[in-house]
């Protein structure tokens, strides 16, 4: 039992941790951007802004990254409203496919568009073939690649959280409109498209952020195409380090930014409309011509969202080498898979990435939860600072994170708060569980405001001390909060690569890593088996956690 | 002259039958409740009436012209919702403005019709604040006035009062019979309490299972039910078994648990009197009097006392174990004691025999 000093102790405890894993290294790149051997110098800044390829750099990661909202955006909010209103044959069926992509750990899908649309994809292949063309018809490079990925990866931001907007819209304010005189469209864009608003800027933000901090799309197709999340990792492996501080800072900058322009979203108070009533029905679409459109419309959109995981699957049965020009592979195996089990070199990332997601997860729900304890709980002082700090790391695009924690654990300073952590076992877990505080805090920490507050009060008159409380009322009902961030967390550290590119060792490197060497070893059915058992884990522990999430 | 005529509406969802062969007529300016239980088709019907629901047979008229199949946003008939459905990111002038706008209306005719509407609900001078800065009777009040700002044909009201609270709704009752009384509009309210429905409505339709069962005057439905469903569900009343012998010089002769009475002033449901055999006896509390066990009374038990002010209710279980309540002076006896139960001398059509078929 902890007294109300244990928990300003507690509190301020938390409040420490979380400054010097997430603010503390941030700022150690900031200062070392502005030091040079002589003190503090603007050098760095200068040098950022006479080279044009930095410039070129931030303006691609910009663009790209309005363009992947717009584009997200036109495919994501369309088919919201589709699946949300109207009903046809096999609309549920369709409805689970849509989020697939979601499955696809980045790296994952990236090299399923190479397999598919790459210069020796089936698509590409077949279309060569078809029109008797001497070349591949297109080249899977530059800007249009990297928009390729991320339009279909991000547009599930869109479609998820319009649908959940729409969801909440209550079926009478629609009416309401309707007895007004309002038509559909006046409808649409006076009423329903502001009132999803939050849901519309949420995605926008989502995608823009997620597009901001791509890696694996530029890093694998960008070939000249400059983003600066690459340029970054080029930096400092060309060994201006300074440069690639100040490359950092303005990438989060510009993280920043978008952030402060959302956050304007305004808060609307749902006592007045919605929340009460229902969401509105749903529309049979009844006309023969419409249905069967519909249906050509929705199967075709699903067969093109499963070929990426189709395509991974078939290439992961592919022996080495047998496969160059075919359209189809002419031989097959289970040898790649085995080799993951059976050669101890192989079975290692596997291993890897198992324990480093499971111990950063379970680091995360427990930070998560204590400080949903102390802040919403107890209200112990700082519970806004705490909550904000946990926040944070959403915003701030991985590879920074990743140099950022390069920098403070690269010297051994113990008084100032800075071990050698790099090169050791632990940096990654440390990564991953900072990368992952956003997505397990955002979880649980809205499970607690949903948990009645009575109902520890009650448990309080019927004799229930605080432990008991916790164990027996708030965890319990705490759980699809904590099943449902802590997927998400296990799924992110699982396919982690932005952050492993940086920080990983032997020991501990992890199945992205290793994807990206069979890859360049030309080793395409045993890169194509780790996606397939990445996609697999992700794809179960999703279903896990909609499955106990939903049901506790 | 009639102004708005449901005419056989039926409408089915699932193959169940929410709205049976509904046939309504309303003068202009006249206010109509609809009452009935929850699942009686009062809902639907209003919702068949805005045209959110289009009828699987039957018509609605509108000063002579047939409005079934209009959609609602050309129908002009204004709504107030349960919850209100207020539009929760536009401040109260542009909720109130957005039907208007609908018109075409632009400019300063806009803003004085926003503004006369606002006045109507004395929340003038209120255009620029939020929704959610509202209470939730003034939340009512811009609902009404989004509403009636356009002028509509028709208004129709869904629970106008069962989002307040009760303190509140009394007063908000008055506010609304006398608004909508002063703007003329003809008005459909939706309401499963009897108080609301006699309060608000010129007449009261009351619905069961999707048919209407009795249409008329709040005076009319108390003091002469059609049926047994509409004496119990109008007005307090408690039931007994009773057999009808035929008329006597003084009223009509029933025996009722071994003694008999003569009821005088009893109302027979379709005139006439009520034929001899097993009947119904639904009695309003006022209907009955307690006095000290006596020969020709009904004998019971005293089980629960209500102090209701002025008077208090008797549940008395009679010792053939039936309960009736009675009113009676307050203090007059107490939980426990043995009473006897007659008619009073004025039961003021209080009294209402239905025929049972036999078994």
């Known amino acids: 039992m902890i007294g109300a000093r244990g928990g300003r102790l507690a509190g301020g405890a938390l409040l420490v941790l979380l400054l010097w894993l997430i603010v503390y290294p941030l700022v150690l790149v900031l200062i070392e951007g502005f030091r040079g051997p002589g003190g503090w110098t603007l050098d760095f800044v200068r040098l950022f802004f006479q080279h044009r390829n930095e410039a070129q750099a931030l303006w691609g990661s910009l663009w790209i990254s309005l363009v992947s909202v717009l584009l997200a955006g036109m495919i994501g909010i369309p088919l919201a409203f589709l699946f949300a209103r109207y009903d046809f044959p096999g609309r549920r069926v369709l409805g689970w496919l849509i989020a697939l992509p979601a499955v696809l750990p980045p790296l994952v899908g990236v090299i399923a568009f190479l397999f598919l649309y790459g210069e020796s994809g089936f698509v590409s292949l077949l279309i060569q073939r078809l029109l008797q063309l001497d070349q591949p018809p297109w080249a899977l490079q530059g800007a249009g690649a990297i928009l390729l990925v991320h339009a279909y990866s991000m547009y599930v931001y869109f479609y998820l959280l319009t649908r959940a907007g729409l969801a909440t819209l209550d079926a009478s304010v629609l009416e309401a409109a309707a007895s007004l005189g309002a038509g559909r469209w006046r409808t649409l864009y006076r009423v329903v498209l502001p009132l999803l608003y939050p849901a519309l800027a949420g995605a926008a933000l989502l995608t823009f952020l997620t597009s901001l901090a791509s890696f694996s799309a530029p890093y694998i197709f960008g070939g000249g195409f400059r983003v600066m999340t690459t340029q970054i990792i080029a930096t400092r492996l060309n060994g201006d380090n300074e440069l690639a501080m100040i490359e950092t800072v303005s990438l989060t900058l510009v993280a920043l930014v978008a952030l402060w322009l959302l956050r304007g979203s305004p808060v609307l108070d749902h006592n007045a409309g919605g929340r009460k009533g229902m969401a509105p029905a749903r529309v049979l679409v009844r006309r023969r011509g419409a249905r069967l459109a519909l249906g050509v419309l929705g199967w075709g959109l699903a067969v093109l969202l499963l070929l990426p995981h189709l395509t991974l699957l078939l290439v992961s049965f592919v022996p080495l080498g047998t496969w160059t020009t075919e359209p189809l592979p002419p031989a097959y195996t289970w040898r790649n898979y085995l080799t993951l089990v059976e050669d101890p070199v192989r079975a290692r990332p596997l291993l ?9 997860t379970a680091a995360a729900v427990g930070i998560a939860l204590l ?26 695009p991985g590879t920074v994170f990743a140099i950022a924690l390069a920098t403070a654990f690269s010297v051994h300073a113990p008084w100032a708060g800075r071990l050698v952590l790099v090169g050791t076992l632990w940096i990654l877990p440390l990564a991953y569980l900072v990368r992952n505080l956003p997505i397990t805090s955002r979880a649980i920490l809205a499970g607690f405001r949903s948990l009645d507050h009575s109902l520890d009060e009650a448990a309080a008159t019927l004799g229930a001390g605080r432990w008991r409380t916790l164990r027996r009322v708030t965890l319990p009902l705490l759980r699809p909060a904590i099943v449902a961030g802590g997927s ?14 940086m920080l990983y060792t032997y020991d501990t490197r992890p199945i992205s890593l290793e994807i990206l060497s069979s890859l360049r070893q030309s080793d395409v059915g045993v890169a194509a088996a780790y996606g397939v058992v990445l996609m697999l884990v992700s794809a179960a522990v999703f279903a896990l956690g909609a499955d106990r999430g939903s049901g506790g | 002259m009639t102004f708005l005529r449901l005419e056989g509406l039926t409408k089915r969802f699932d193959g169940t039958v929410a709205v049976d062969h509904l046939s309504l007529s309303l003068e202009r300016g006249e206010m109509l409740a609809l009452l009935g239980p929850s699942g009686s088709g009062k809902t639907t019907t209003l919702r068949l009436l805005a045209g959110f ?98 002028e509509p044909r028709v208004l129709l009201l869904d629970e106008p009062l069962s989002n307040l609270d009760p303190a509140l709704r009394e007063r908000t009752r008055r506010e609304i019979r006398e608004l909508i009384h002063r703007v003329g509009i003809t008005t459909v309210l939706v309401t499963h309490e009897q108080e609301e429905a006699f309060d608000l409505g010129d007449r009261v339709a009351v619905l069961q299972g999707g048919r ?13 039910p059609a049926n047994e469903f509409v004496a119990e569900f109008v007005g307090r009343s408690s039931s007994i078994g009773v057999t009808v012998l035929g008329r006597s010089d003084r009223g009509v002769r029933v025996a009722v648990e071994g003694v008999e009475w003569d009821l005088t002033d009893i109302t027979p449901p379709a005139g006439g009197d009520p034929p001899s055999g097993p009947a119904l006896m639904l009695v309003r509390p006022e209907a009955l009097r307690l006095l000290p066990p006596a020969a020709g009374a009904l004998m019971g038990t005293v089980t629960v006392r209500r102090f209701t002010g002025s008077a208090s209710l008797f549940t008395v279980i009679t010792d053939g174990g039936a309960s009736l309540e009675v009113t009676g002076p307050p203090r007059s ?23 049972r078929g036999p078994g």
């Open chain 1, 352 to 360: 890897n990435s198992l324990w480093l997601a499971t111990i950063s």
């Open chain 1, 371 to 396: 400080a949903g304890i102390l802040s919403l709980r107890r209200g112990v002082p700082g519970r806004r600072a705490i909550e904000g700090l946990l926040a944070m790391p959403w915003a701030v």
């Open chain 1, 488 to 501: 998400l967390a296990f799924v992110t550290a699982f396919g982690d690569f932005v952050t492993s590119i």
């Open chain 2, 53 to 150: 629901e289009v009828p699987d047979s039957g018509r609605v008229w509108v000063e002579g012209e047939d409005v079934t199949g209009v959609d609602p946003v050309a129908r002009r008939f204004g709504m107030v919702f349960q919850h209100y459905a207020l539009f929760p990111h536009l401040d109260l002038g542009e909720n109130v403005a957005f039907g208007l706008e609908s018109l075409g209306m632009r400019g300063d005719e806009l803003e004085r019709r926003v503004a006369r509407a606002l006045a109507l609900v004395d929340l003038s001078g209120f255009e620029r604040r939020r929704i959610s800065q509202l209470s939730g009777g003034q939340q009512q009040r811009v609902a009404l006035a989004r509403a009636l700002a356009p």
């Open chain 2, 333 to 355: 006896v107490n939980a426990g004691e043995r009473v006897g139960i007659m008619p009073s001398r004025r039961s003021g059509g209080g009294i209402h025999l239905f025929p």
């Open chain 2, 212 to 224: 209407l069962e009795q249409v008329g005057s709040p005076e009319d439905l108390y003091a002469a």
